[in-house]
């Protein structure tokens, strides 16, 4: 079993940024990739950003450029920092973790983005 733990999120403004961040523990080795979705309401759930423990990262059209991931595979911890934030990136936040041909989610994390 792997948990994961999300924190980081909250209220912004147009063009302001958060960092989010994802602890995971239990039986963690060979956790392969980690990563953030989002979803919004009334949407489907869509990857914003994965990251590979080799290093490999990909990311949703919609935030490259304005969104870095990061990991500490010391902490095992996933970092998703936003930037440029816009209203249309208001969503609950969810951390994902992929164990071999499990996948787990964390509880999510708002972020409102809002004026």
């Known amino acids: 079993q792997v948990q994961l733990v999300e924190s980081g999120g909250g209220l912004v403004q147009p063009g302001g940024s958060l960092r989010l961040s994802c602890a995971a523990s239990?039986?963690?080795?060979?956790?392969?990739?980690m990563g953030w979705y989002r979803q919004a309401p009334g949407k489907q759930r869509e990857l914003v950003a994965f990251?590979?423990?080799?290093?490999?990262?990909n990311y949703a059209d919609s935030v490259k450029g304005r969104f870095t991931i990061s990991r500490d595979n010391a902490k095992n911890t996933v970092y998703l920092e936003m930037n440029s934030l816009k209203p249309e990136d208001t969503a609950v936040y969810y951390c994902?973790?992929?164990?071999?041909?499990?996948?787990?989610w964390g509880q999510g994390t708002q972020v409102t983005v809002s004026s």
């Open positions: 990251i590979r423990s080799g290093g490999r990262i």
């Open positions: 994902n973790a992929i164990k071999g041909v499990t996948t787990y």
């Open positions: 239990g039986s963690i080795f060979t956790i392969n990739p």
